[in-house]
């Protein structure tokens, strides 16, 4: 098991901290009418794209689904223009043509949020095949949520990433609800990371709401994709703290039940442990905070102050 040093774990705080405010903004932004369209909150996840960051590298590629403000945010893209791809400005890192779930960054190795439900998982089957048809030592890191399971595309991406060896790591991010709907009522079988085995793919089931279960599950995965050359899946048993968008009231779960899950907050875990175990002290975190908060406040600043795309944009990047 990796052991990381102090800075390291101040690091993984901050960047789960910093996930979290900015999506706390996100939504407050979102309510008064600067942010339009859809908008997906990352809120309550945390410590799974950041345990996952503890085991990449940084030619490693991400894709995931259209809840990718936090993902991106993790791979080091400066969260000015994410809030400004979020409002919808031409300073936005799509230019302010993709909005909430088409986040990219070729330079960050972030190859999208995808706003179809498992679209991302052949995508990440192709990085994945160009990393080993170029005989590179990387792995194509795939995100998909619960309801993406039950989508045909996703068998088939199993099917080729074990029939060709590919260097892919699915992690399945099962916050227990596709939209409205629990996984109890959408889901046969037992857990949803056995789906892979049939193509023979290994995978494990881990709490995806605290940090240290997900990195020391994440370099697990990484070291054995690249000793025996083969796929991997990582199922995490996470939560979201949030209706499944903005508009979603999320009544289909009872306010007990949200509260509970609340108990294991992944930032206080996080938090607490640090303080407790790690020979953090309080006022250093406190003081990464601050500074965080300065952090976010400069994004919206910058967002809301930054010029829309002019109407030429309309015709670039497209492609007939």
């Not at 705080?13 to 309510?31: N, P, S, T, V, W």
């Not at 000015?80 to 031409?90: I, P």
């Not at 986040?103 to 990440?124: L, T, W, Y």
């Amino acid at each position: 098991m990796t052991s990381f040093t102090k800075k390291q774990l101040l690091g993984f705080y901050e960047k789960m901290f910093l996930i979290r405010k900015f999506e706390e903004k996100a939504g407050q932004l979102y309510g008064s009418g600067a942010i339009g369209g859809f908008c997906h909150l990352y809120i309550g996840q945390e410590a799974v794209v950041v345990g996952i960051l503890s085991s990449i590298n940084s030619e490693d590629t991400v894709v995931t689904s259209y809840r990718d403000h936090g993902h991106i945010i993790a791979r080091g893209v400066d969260p000015k223009l994410v809030m400004s791809e979020l409002t919808g400005r031409s300073g936005g890192i799509s230019k302010g043509k993709g909005g909430s779930m088409h986040m990219f960054s070729k330079k960050n190795r972030f190859f999208g949020g995808h706003g179809i439900v498992g679209a991302q998982v052949p995508i990440g089957i192709g990085l994945a095949f160009a990393h080993n048809y170029r005989n590179e030592k990387k792995i194509s890191r795939i995100y998909m949520g619960d309801g993406a399971m039950n989508n045909g595309q996703v068998f088939e991406a199993f099917n080729l990433a074990s029939l060709w060896s590919l260097p892919a790591l699915f992690i399945i991010e099962n916050n227990q609800y596709g939209m409205g709907t629990s996984t109890k009522r959408s889901a046969a079988g037992n857990d949803l990371y056995e789906r892979a085995k049939v193509f023979g793919i290994e995978g494990v089931k881990i709490d995806g709401m605290n940090f240290f279960d997900v990195s020391k599950a994440a370099i697990v995965a990484r070291d054995y994709i690249i000793k025996e050359n083969k796929p991997y899946v990582i199922e995490m048993d996470t939560y979201r703290f949030r209706g499944h968008s903005m508009s979603d009231p999320a009544l289909y779960r009872s306010k007990e039940e949200v509260l509970q899950k609340k108990e294991i907050d992944p930032v206080l875990t996080m938090k607490e442990t640090l303080i407790k175990d790690h020979q953090i002290s309080e006022s250093e975190i406190k003081t990464l905070e601050t500074e965080i908060k300065k952090i976010i406040k400069n994004a919206e600043d910058f967002a809301l102050s930054s010029p829309l795309p002019d109407l030429e944009e309309l015709y670039t990047e497209v492609y007939l």
